[in-house]
């Protein structure tokens, strides 16, 4: 899986840049890393696809003002997106305030589902480059 060019601009990926440096900083944040199975299942489906299920994950599961379940919505493990959404502290709404500054309490717009999913994503490239297939 290969990322291609997004379109995003110099600030997103500069910003996409200093999310990944703060988080690694986190002892809790850099224990995450994708299993094989979600690492072959990665490269199988694909980036497009990948992509896909990070925006409608994050839509569905964290998006609202009040997402059911809120702090437990998002499994350990299963897909490489969830995965990812608890390294990046994207995972539920208390992280995504603490980390990223977006309140609790309203719901998320579009813009800020795919720039946190532009996160996750950048997040599962790194971890496929840096666990190259043998």
Same mark, same amino acid.
């Given at each position: $899986?290969?990322?291609?060019?997004?379109?995003?601009?110099?600030?997103?990926?500069?910003?996409?840049?200093?999310?990944?440096?703060?988080?690694? @900083?986190?002892?809790?944040?850099? !224990?995450?890393?994708?299993?094989?199975?979600? %690492?072959?299942?990665?490269?199988? !489906?694909? !980036?497009?696809?990948?992509?896909? #299920?990070?925006?409608? $994950?994050?839509?569905?599961?964290?998006?609202?003002?009040?997402? !059911?379940?809120?702090? %437990?919505?998002?499994?350990?493990? /299963? #897909?490489?997106?969830?995965?990812?959404?608890?390294?990046?502290?994207?995972?539920?709404? /208390?992280?995504?305030?603490?980390? #990223? @500054?977006?309140?609790? /309490?309203?719901?998320?717009?579009?813009?800020?589902?795919?720039?946190?999913?532009?996160?996750?994503?950048?997040?599962?490239?790194?971890?496929?480059?840096? @666990?190259?297939?043998?």
């Amino acid at each position: $899986m290969e990322m291609a060019d997004t379109g995003n601009n110099d600030d997103e990926q500069q910003w996409i840049a200093t999310m990944l440096e703060r988080l690694s @900083h986190s002892q809790f944040r850099v !224990k995450f890393a994708l299993t094989d199975k979600d %690492r072959a299942y990665a490269r199988t !489906k694909g !980036k497009a696809t990948i992509d896909r #299920h990070a925006r409608e $994950m994050l839509r569905d599961r964290i998006g609202a003002a009040e997402p !059911k379940n809120d702090g %437990r919505q998002t499994p350990w493990r /299963g #897909h490489p997106v969830f995965t990812a959404q608890h390294a990046t502290a994207t995972c539920c709404r /208390g992280c995504i305030e603490k980390w #990223h @500054h977006l309140p609790k /309490g309203r719901e998320l717009a579009e813009a800020e589902v795919n720039r946190l999913a532009d996160l996750v994503m950048a997040w599962i490239e790194r971890d496929l480059i840096n @666990h190259p297939v043998r």
